[in-house]
């Protein structure tokens, strides 16, 4: 059974930097893509950022490009997001998912971890 467990969301100030962590089971995750996904209150879940199963190839959002970075660590099994320069736009719940094709369209990726709040204050 896939379980996903976001982990490293916090509250922090505008231009802080946070880096959050998604811990997989349940499958080989080097031949999965993975990706964060984020859903601020009263909005759609959006796209953020997806890296393919080797982690060579990676797509981001134009409004995180430049500001955050997506990596994985497929020997243990660890999915990552590094946020600096955060702005308050980016407070939302985050989402970590995997699915079997290197897509940013959400309907792609069959699970979902629970999420990890991140807010940015002014």
């Known amino acids: 059974q896939v379980e996903l467990v976001e982990s490293g969301g916090g509250l922090v100030q505008a231009g802080e930097s946070l880096r959050l962590s998604c811990a997989a089971s349940?499958?080989?995750?080097?031949?999965?893509?993975m990706g964060w996904f984020r859903q601020a209150p009263g909005k759609a879940r959006e796209f953020v950022a997806i890296i393919s199963g080797g982690g060579t190839d990676t797509i981001y959002a134009d409004s995180v490009k430049g500001r955050f970075t997506i990596s994985k660590d497929n020997s243990n099994n660890m999915l990552y997001l590094q946020m600096n320069g955060l702005k308050p736009e980016d407070t939302a719940t985050y989402y970590c998912?995997?699915?079997?094709?290197?897509?940013?369209?959400?309907?792609?990726?069959?699970?979902w971890g629970r999420g990890t709040q991140v807010t940015v204050s002014s």
């Open positions: 349940g499958r080989t995750f080097s031949h999965f893509a």
């Open positions: 998912a995997t699915g079997p094709y290197f897509l940013t369209q959400m309907a792609r990726y069959n699970y």
